[in-house]
């Protein structure tokens, strides 16, 4: 799939709260932009909600991360089949930079052409719990693992298997 060595896959915490993450992506840039910012595209691969792209507007986002793969896997007891967070446009560079809220943190989202493919950098910012970050770092992994699969037509594997494995990992990383 990715260009990527497989441990350059995983996310690395830049500093003791804010988690980066990259992917190399098929092209072009256009494209991956879609996936981000159309509502019915980022569904597949994150969640729903339509939003404004301009800095101040607020949207929602809803995840229901069993639709996401053929099959699930078998979700944890602690999350529920769906969940929405409100959220609010912090800059927009189109189709190059997104920036939004994410609770109490931030998400940045970048875009850069790169021979053809698109490198796509990841950075949550403000994720202060262990707890936290080992679930937001195996989240954000296996949602960029389908975002990848939904733009090459490859298949995923199972959400919450590869969300489990990837949890794991991530507290082995994060120790």
């Known amino acids: 799939m990715s260009n990527l060595k ?8 830049t500093d003791p709260v804010t988690l980066r993450i990259e992917r190399r992506l098929p092209g072009p840039v256009e494209r991956v932009w879609s996936y981000l910012t159309d509502g019915e595209l980022r569904r597949q691969w994150l969640a729903s909600g339509d939003m404004k792209l301009e800095a101040g507007s607020t949207f929602e986002l809803t995840w229901r991360n069993d639709e996401l793969t053929d099959p699930p896997g078998e979700r ?20 190059r930079k997104l920036v939004y809220t994410w609770g109490e943190g931030e998400v940045e989202f970048t875009l850069q052409p790169v021979d053809g493919d698109v490198l796509l950098t990841l950075i949550h910012r403000r994720v202060s719990e262990r707890k936290m970050r080992l679930m ?12 990848e699969c939904k733009l090459t037509g490859l298949k995923p594997e199972p959400f919450w ?14 120790a």
């Open 6 to 13: 497989n441990s350059e896959l995983y996310g690395v915490l």
């Open 76 to 95: 944890p007891d602690e999350f529920s089949g769906e969940h929405s967070m409100k959220s609010t446009i912090v800059e927009v560079d189109e189709p």
């Open 136 to 147: 937001v770092g195996a989240g954000w992994h296996m949602h960029l693992e389908i975002l």
């Open 161 to 174: 298997d590869g969300w489990f494995r990837l949890r794991d990992e991530y507290d082995r990383r994060f």
